[in-house]
C-alpha cells in the first residue's frame, strides 16, 4: 500500500496506523489508537492530517489488491450515514441517511465495492457535499443560482391559524454576502478542496467509476439500491461507460411493456416533423407487475444461507429463496424521452423489469431493471439482484471493527485519508 509514499517515516507511520486500527479496542480514534500503539497521537494525527502524501496512490494499490483477491462477481454502489453532535466535520449537515433512517445530523459517503457470496471490500470512498457546504448554491440577490445541480425549488415554511388557514412566511435567511462568507469559513477550516462542489450521489458513483477506470479496473456488472437505480442518467451514465448493471427502482418509475412500439404522428405541415410516439401513456412497473398476477411467479433461490455456529455437524445449509417473476420493458420518463436516451424512432431502450412478490401480498414489494441479455435466467436476474446483501457486512464490519466511524478529525483529507486506509481489510465469510 505504501510502497509509493516517498519518504521512509512515512511508510512506518502509516504501518503503525493501520496496526492501530486492526488491533482490538472499541475505539479506534487517534488518542486510543496511540495508547494501543504506546506512540504519541500527534504522530498519527499529523500523518493523517497535514502529511504530504498523496492518498490517491494508496487508493489505486488497494483497490487492485483488493479486486485481485476478491475476484468480484459485481461490483455494488452505496451510501452510508456517519451521525455527529457538532457541525465542524467535514460536509456534515442536517440529510436523510438510509442508515439512519430519518434526517439527521451526519456526514455521508458515496462508496464502490467489489463483491461475491464470500468476500467484499471497498474500491472507492467520496465525501458527500450537502448544498449548506457550497456556496455556488446559495440564491443570489436576484434569485438565481449557479450550481447547476442544486434543487431549483425550496418549500417555504408555513404555520396554520386556529381555523386551520395557511399563512405562509418567508424564511429568515442571513444576508446573501453573510451565507456565502459563513459557507466558505467552514470550507476553508475543513480544507474542503476548491473543486469538491454539491452534485448529486449518482453522479459521485459515475467519477469513481471513472477512477477505477482510469486505473484499469472495471465491473462485471454493478448494481446499486433504488436511490441510484431510478435515476434514468445514472443508468444511461453506465451504459454509455459499457458496464452492465441490475439496479433496483421504486414501484412509481414508468415504463412501456416490452412489446409496445411507436406509431407515426402526423404531419400537420408546417415545423419538424413528429417523432413517432405510443399510443398509450406509460404505467408504472407496479401496475405492470399487477397485469400478470402473483400466479405468474416463481420460487427461484438466490444463495445459500450463513452456516451458524449453532448449526449442528452434519446439519445442510438451507437456501434463500423467494417468488419472482421477470419481463421485457422500456423505462420511460421525461429524461428517458429526451436524445440520446431515446432514438429518432421514438423506440425507447428495452431492458429487464425484475420483481420480487412474497405470497400473501397484495403486491411486489421489490423492483429491479437490468440490461442483461434477454437469454438471462430468471434465477440468474434473482441471484445478482439480491447479491447487494454482502455491503452491509462491509459497513458493519468497517464501523464496529475497524472504526470508520470513530474519525474525529475535521478536516476532508483527514476523512479520506482514513476511510482509504480501512479499504485495505478485506472481508470475508
Known amino acids: 500500500m505504501f510502497a509509493g509514499l516517498p519518504r521512509s517515516d512515512q511508510r512506518a507511520t502509516g504501518l503503525r496506523y493501520l496496526r492501530g486500527l486492526m488491533l482490538d479496542g472499541r475505539r479506534k480514534s487517534m488518542q486510543p489508537m496511540a495508547q494501543r500503539l504506546g506512540v504519541d497521537h500527534q504522530q498519527l494525527q499529523q500523518f493523517l492530517t497535514s502529511s504530504t502524501w498523496d492518498v490517491t496512490d494508496v487508493r489505486r494499490r488497494s483497490a487492485t489488491a483488493a479486486v485481485d483477491v476478491v475476484g468480484p462477481q459485481v461490483w455494488v454502489v452505496d451510501d452510508t450515514g456517519f451521525p455527529k453532535d457538532g457541525n ?14 430519518k434526517v439527521a445530523n451526519c456526514q455521508i459517503a458515496v462508496s464502490v465495492h467489489a463483491a461475491t457470496d464470500t ?7 467520496r465525501l458527500f457535499v450537502p448544498e449548506s457546504w457550497d456556496e455556488t448554491c446559495v440564491p443570489g440577490p436576484d434569485g438565481k443560482i449557479t450550481n447547476p445541480h442544486a434543487r431549483r425549488l425550496r418549500q417555504e415554511p408555513v404555520t396554520r391559524d ?12 442571513p444576508p446573501h454576502a453573510e451565507q456565502i ?15 469538491e462542489r454539491y452534485r448529486p450521489k449518482w453522479m459521485m458513483a459515475l467519477e469513481m467509476l471513472d477512477e477505477l477506470a482510469g486505473w484499469g479496473l472495471r465491473p462485471p456488472l454493478l448494481t446499486a439500491d433504488a436511490g441510484y437505480g431510478q435515476v434514468a442518467e445514472f443508468r444511461q451514465g453506465l451504459t454509455d461507460r459499457g458496464i452492465g448493471y441490475i ?9 412501456q411493456p416490452g412489446d409496445a412500439q411507436p406509431v407515426e404522428v402526423p404531419y400537420a405541415g408546417v415545423g419538424k416533423h413528429p417523432t413517432p410516439r405510443y399510443p398509450q401513456p406509460a404505467r408504472s412497473l407496479k401496475t405492470i407487475a399487477l397485469t400478470q398476477g402473483p400466479h405468474a411467479t416463481r420460487l427461484v433461490p438466490w444463495r445459500d444461507r450463513i452456516a451458524t455456529a449453532d448449526r449442528a455437524p452434519g446439519q445442510p445449509t438451507r437456501e434463500l429463496a423467494g417468488h419472482f417473476l421477470a419481463l421485457r420493458v422500456r423505462p420511460a420518463g421525461r429524461t428517458v424521452q429526451r436524445r440520446p436516451y431515446c432514438g429518432d424512432d421514438g423506440v425507447l431502450p428495452e431492458c429487464w423489469l425484475l420483481v420480487q412478490w412474497p405470497p400473501g401480498q397484495d403486491e411486489p414489494t421489490d423492483y429491479w431493471l437490468s440490461d442483461l441479455p434477454t437469454d438471462t435466467p430468471l434465477a440468474e436476474l434473482a441471484r445478482l439482484a439480491k447479491s447487494r446483501w454482502r455491503i452491509e457486512h ?7 471493527a475497524l472504526g470508520l466511524d470513530h474519525f474525529e478529525g475535521r478536516s476532508w483529507f483527514g476523512w479520506h485519508r482514513h476511510a482509504g486506509l480501512l479499504r485495505s481489510r478485506l472481508k470475508g465469510v
Request: with cysteine; charged share 25%.
Open 394 to 400: 462491509d459497513y458493519r464490519e468497517l464501523k464496529t
Open 247 to 255: 439496479v433496483a427502482t421504486t414501484s412509481s418509475t414508468t415504463a
Open 88 to 101: 465542524a466535520s467535514a460536509c456534515v449537515a442536517r440529510q436523510y441517511s438510509g442508515t439512519l433512517g
Open 181 to 195: 462568507d459563513q459557507i466558505r469559513s467552514r470550507r476553508a477550516a475543513s480544507k474542503l478542496p476548491e473543486g
Open 119 to 125: 468476500a467484499s471490500a471497498v474500491l472507492d470512498w
Open 162 to 173: 386556529a381555523a386551520g388557514t395557511k399563512k405562509p412566511h418567508a424564511r429568515l435567511r
